[in-house]
């Protein structure tokens, strides 16, 4: 079982990036799909979660209005459209998945590697 998160980068402020976490080895059509993130140093922060279905997400007040989470049941995979990107959302992005809904990690049983998000001019 893997989760496989990719689409990190450097990008200038006011930029975007897509982040998307593909699955293998198993279906989460049933779980609930999270991006979190962690700076060096300080604890694993909630960005977003989103429900099986699609239908219910989350977000943190952090990222609200700027950061879309969205999920493809077909491909496995979900994403995160980040846009208006600041420099104090640089730090390395990962995707964890679970059987429910929660903003705390300690829920999820599935994490990805990580990838670094760089927002710098």
């Known amino acids: 079982v893997q989760l496989q998160a990719s689409g990190g980068g450097l990008v200038q402020p006011g930029g975007s990036l897509r982040l998307s976490c593909a699955a293998s080895?198993?279906?989460?059509?049933?779980?609930?799909m999270a991006w979190f993130r962690q700076a060096p140093g300080k604890e694993r922060e909630f960005v977003a979660h989103?429900?099986?279905?699609?239908?219910?997400?989350y977000y943190a007040d952090s990222v609200k209005g700027r950061f879309t989470i969205s999920r493809d049941a077909a491909k496995n995979t979900v994403y995160l459209q980040m846009n208006g990107l600041k420099p104090e959302d640089t730090t390395v992005y990962y995707c964890?998945?679970?059987?429910?809904?929660?903003?705390?990690?300690?829920?999820?049983?599935?994490w990805g590697q990580g990838t670094q998000v760089t927002v710098s001019s």
């Open positions: 989103i429900s099986w279905s699609g239908d219910n997400t």
């Open positions: 080895g198993r279906t989460f059509s049933s779980h609930a």
């Open positions: 964890a998945a679970g059987r429910f809904l929660a903003t705390r990690e300690a829920v999820y049983e599935y």
